[in-house]
């Protein structure tokens, strides 16, 4: 017998709008404080920021009902979204007195994620509760008292395995290897002698 377990998200436009402004001051923070925690927290918050929330709350105002789309199709679609809307945003900035710079940029899909959030939740609200979308995740944990000793052994195994995984993610993200620091501007003189100009 197992444990049927629900998770229901009905303000995931809400999370996602605090999670990007999260990421922002994240940002804002890093330019005064040079320091390899913020540095991959930045980037690990960075990467769903860019490659999935543009198209999840597009796909979210397309298509505010629960049957309209089915959860794996919203998810490859808010992948391949966000890849076509970013660069759209970086193109008409790039027609803009700004340009492609992080903060604009940074500002423009804060403004998108915003504004595509408030359409989806207007008009997730013209419909009845009970067909509105909200993710919604239902698993089965089963007993631990009822595997067998194999099961047991390799759900740890397994565990352990996710745990070290991320754990090396996170190392390998907060610290990158570090590349030769110094230059060298080799000037060849008309005598064939070679000056050395040492940087940094």
Do not use: C, H, Q
């Not at 199709?73 to 027609?95: D, H």
């Not at 340009?99 to 008009?123: D, E, K, N």
């Amino acid at each position: 017998m197992a444990i049927r377990k629900k998770i229901s998200l009905p303000k995931d436009l809400l999370y996602v709008n605090l999670f990007s402004w999260v990421l922002a001051a994240i940002i804002f923070l890093s330019n005064f404080e040079d320091g390899s925690s913020i540095g991959a927290l930045r980037i690990i918050l960075g990467l769903p920021f860019v490659l999935f929330f543009p198209g999840y709350t597009l796909i979210a105002a397309l298509f505010p009902g629960r049957g309209d789309l089915e959860g794996i199709e919203r998810v490859a679609l808010s992948f391949g979204l966000s890849i076509a809307v970013v660069p759209l945003l970086g193109l008409g900035l790039n027609y803009t007195p700004w340009g492609i710079r992080l903060a604009p940029i940074l500002i423009t899909l804060l403004v998108f994620i915003a504004g595509t959030s408030a359409l989806a939740f207007y008009r997730r609200n013209k419909l009845p509760v009970e067909m509105r979308f909200y993710p919604t995740f239902e698993f089965d944990l089963p007993l631990l008292r009822e595997l067998s000793r194999i099961d047991k052994v390799l759900s740890v195994f397994l565990a352990a395995a996710i745990v070290f995984a991320l754990g090396s993610a996170v190392y390998v993200v907060a610290t990158p290897k570090a590349g030769e620091r110094f230059t060298e501007f080799y000037i060849l003189g008309t005598k064939g002698r070679i000056f050395i100009v040492p940087g940094r």
